[in-house]
């Protein structure tokens, strides 16, 4: 059964820091990774989707990579900001009919 | 609207009363989704469609009750529902033929008392 760990559960930085969010999952069969970032008691937003044939994927300051054979990716922040608090989930896709296994969640906390 | 939308955002119900939960999405997807997402838990998956007939049911109680007209509206019916069922629940969709990104509305807000 796959299952997706994020660590850590949460984090402090202060502004202009960069943020390094990591996640990990058992069982490398996976269709792709997708991040996401969850403001409190809102919905999700994507954030990055990242094929099983990809290593990384890149929007604006956010990067992701992705290492299959070791069950790991990795969410970059640059020069974070306070808009960048939020929870950040990632989730795998690991069979064909779209079910997502998700991850608990880093909470970021970004200081003036 | 663009995007997923839900309604109610917000929903306060009695454990012997009957609701539904309603979901839209208008980006031409053909499979939806029902997540609920308790405090301090992963999101959990409940009901999956793909192009309108349902191809996951997550080990659901029978009180929670999943309704898929067409690709562009999903439903959830509730009822005798318990104090533990509090949580918010998200809809979502994608295009089952790829990219299979998922997109999620704002969530309904349940509390059951």
């Known amino acids: 059964k796959q299952e997706v760990t994020q660590i850590p559960a949460a984090l402090s930085v202060p502004e202009g820091e960069n943020l390094v969010l990591n996640c990990s999952f058992t069982?490398?069969?996976?269709?792709?990774l997708q991040w996401f970032r969850q403001d409190p008691g809102k919905g999700l937003t994507s954030l990055l989707l990242?094929?099983?044939?990809?290593r990384e994927q890149t929007s604006g300051r956010l990067n992701a990579s992705l290492d299959k054979s070791s069950g790991r990716s990795t969410l970059y922040i640059a020069a974070s900001q306070p808009g960048d608090s939020a929870t950040y989930l990632c989730?795998?896709?690991?069979?064909?009919?779209?079910?997502?296994?998700f991850g608990a969640g880093t909470q970021v906390v970004v200081t003036p | 609207e663009t995007g997923v939308t839900q309604t109610p955002r917000h929903l306060v119900m009695g454990m012997t009363n009957k609701k539904s939960l309603k979901c839209e999405q208008h980006?031409?997807?053909?499979?939806m989704y029902w997540y609920k997402q308790s405090a301090k838990k992963p999101l959990e998956l409940m009901f999956v469609?793909?192009?309108?007939?349902?191809?996951e049911n997550n080990s659901v109680p029978s009180r929670f009750s999943p309704e898929c007209p067409n690709s562009s509206h999903l439903f959830l019916h509730l009822h005798t529902l318990q104090p533990e069922d509090s949580a918010l629940y998200l809809c979502?969709?994608?295009?089952?033929?790829?990219?299979?990104?998922?997109?999620f509305g704002p969530g309904t807000r349940l509390t059951v008392t």
């Open positions: 469609y793909s192009l309108e007939e349902r191809v």
């Open positions: 990242i094929q099983s044939s990809q």
């Open positions: 979502a969709s994608s295009n089952d033929g790829g990219p299979y990104e998922q997109y």
């Open positions: 989730a795998v896709k690991a069979d064909s009919w779209g079910k997502l296994q």
């Open positions: 069982d490398s069969a996976i269709y792709n």
């Open positions: 980006l031409g997807h053909n499979a």
